[in-house]
């Protein structure tokens, strides 16, 4: 735990006791799922989580007039059948530029340090939102600069204005950038992923939830030659974490030998790591350790979706970085930046299969179906239509 972190979290406490946002009534308040092994997640208190705030955030999540054109809304590359990922290795933004990187699941996001592949300033949700929303490079919903068609938009919809006045009683004004952003932190903070066979197995709930194959694969995650446990650690399989007790020292930005285009150890622009921030050259290729809740949905996979299927995931690993022929040429194993744990190692065709088992028990039905998460506009509904309806 950081002391850093402590001294943030009284700061904020203090500047909040004095705005209208804190005298939120403590019984509206909503707690996110707190599965067994799930620690308290951290809510910062400018922000507090209630009902009404986090069916605000689900509707504006699945809204395409949040998107300039009206032709995307947040769930258009991150849809909840696949953890809240696109399917896609790179999607493409509102008005047809292409991301350049993969789609992010969303599943346990609250209890994020850092937000995305590569950032370690972006640090809370509410700040996050603001790029898919605001961006211009790349563009992804095209509000800069349609700021007032967008929420005016929202005051005209009767269904919003309930929803708003809700959700921020205390407001004069409550349609405006700053509470869709807050609400739309209030609906990820309780997408919360903890409920897949592999849970209900450690927690001692049913014994058969997993397969002999997947038990092995547990070791092998676990073991010293695989060391896959290292990285992806703890209850979200990721070094990346904050609780409402602090946030992991560990760092959570590492090198796996993805890339060596020139030898020295470089990966292709713009999707050089936390260098692309830092120009600190020992960061080149480092990316973010990502969660694996629910990771059999979340192909492709890697930061720019490079990597098509477990299996080929596992193999990179195996070789210790990955070798590339052709385009992007390059030995990653022999990457000078490579975290010492990517060392590679031997492993067995059926322990292979062993490893998949395990890394597809961590995939939550519960979650990837929960009404809750769904749209609220219904299946194919326009959410223009059903605005003033009921
Ligand atoms: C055009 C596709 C697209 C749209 C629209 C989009 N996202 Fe994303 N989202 C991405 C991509 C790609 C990333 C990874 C970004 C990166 O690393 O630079 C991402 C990352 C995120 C993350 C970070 C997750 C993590 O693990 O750190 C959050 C949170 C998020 N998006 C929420 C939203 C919200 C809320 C909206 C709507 C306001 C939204 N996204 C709209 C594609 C999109
Ligand atoms: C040194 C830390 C480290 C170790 C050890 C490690 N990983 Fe990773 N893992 C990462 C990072 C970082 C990424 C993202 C890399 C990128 O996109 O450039 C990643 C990505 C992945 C992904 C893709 C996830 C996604 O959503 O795209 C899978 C699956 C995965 N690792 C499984 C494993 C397995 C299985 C092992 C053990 C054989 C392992 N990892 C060992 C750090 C590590």
Redesign the pocket.
């Known amino acids: 735990m950081t002391t850093p972190l402590r001294l943030v979290a009284v700061g904020v406490s203090l500047a909040a006791a004095a705005c209208a946002g804190s005298e939120t009534p403590r019984e509206e308040r909503l707690d996110p799922a707190r599965p067994a092994g799930f620690p308290e997640m951290a809510i910062p208190e400018e922000n507090l989580l209630t009902e009404a705030r986090f069916e605000l955030g689900r509707h504006i999540f699945y809204d395409e007039r949040l998107s300039a054109n009206e032709s995307q809304s947040c769930a258009s590359c991150h849809k909840q059948e696949l953890a809240f990922t696109d399917g896609e290795a790179r999607p493409v933004g509102s008005t047809g530029e292409e991301l350049p990187r993969?789609a992010q699941?969303l599943a346990n996001v609250g209890y994020l340090p850092v937000f995305t592949?590569a950032n370690p300033i972006l640090r809370s949700l509410e700040e996050q939102a603001r790029v898919p929303i605001f961006g211009d490079f790349p563009i992804e919903l095209g509000a800069t600069g349609n700021e007032e068609v967008i929420l005016a938009r929202f005051r005209g919809d009767l269904r919003y204005q309930g929803l708003f006045r809700e959700a921020y009683p205390e407001d004069d004004d409550p349609i405006t950038f700053l509470r869709i952003v807050e609400a739309l932190a209030s609906f990820e903070r309780m997408l919360v992923s903890g409920d897949s066979p592999f849970d209900r197995y450690v927690q001692g709930l049913d014994d058969d939830a997993l397969s002999p194959s997947a038990k092995r694969g547990v070791e092998l995650?676990n073991s010293e030659r695989?060391?896959?446990y290292?990285?992806?650690e703890g209850f979200n399989f990721t070094t990346a974490v904050r609780t409402a007790n602090g946030e992991s020292s560990r760092t959570s930005?590492?090198n796996?030998g993805?890339y060596n285009i020139d030898g020295d150890g470089a990966y292709p622009d713009p999707n050089t790591?936390l260098f692309d921030l830092t120009d600190e050259p020992t960061d080149m290729?480092k990316?973010?350790?990502?969660?694996?809740r629910n990771?059999e949905v979340?192909a492709p996979?890697?930061?720019?979706g490079s990597?098509t299927t477990?299996e080929d995931?596992?193999d990179h690993?195996?070789a210790g970085g990955r070798t590339i022929e052709g385009e992007r040429a390059g030995e990653g194993s022999s990457n000078p930046y490579k975290?010492a744990?990517?060392r590679g190692f031997d492993i067995t065709a059926e322990e292979k299969a062993d490893?998949i088992a395990f890394?597809k028990s961590l995939t939550d039905t519960t979650f990837l179906h929960d009404p809750r998460f769904a749209s609220p506009f219904g299946r194919g509904t326009d959410a223009r239509r059903s605005g003033d309806g009921r």
């Open positions: 993969n699941p592949w995650f695989c060391e896959c290292h990285c992806h930005f590492v796996t993805l790591g290729g990316f973010r350790v990502p969660t694996l990771v979340t996979y890697m930061h720019d990597i477990l995931v596992i690993y195996a975290d744990l990517v490893l890394l």
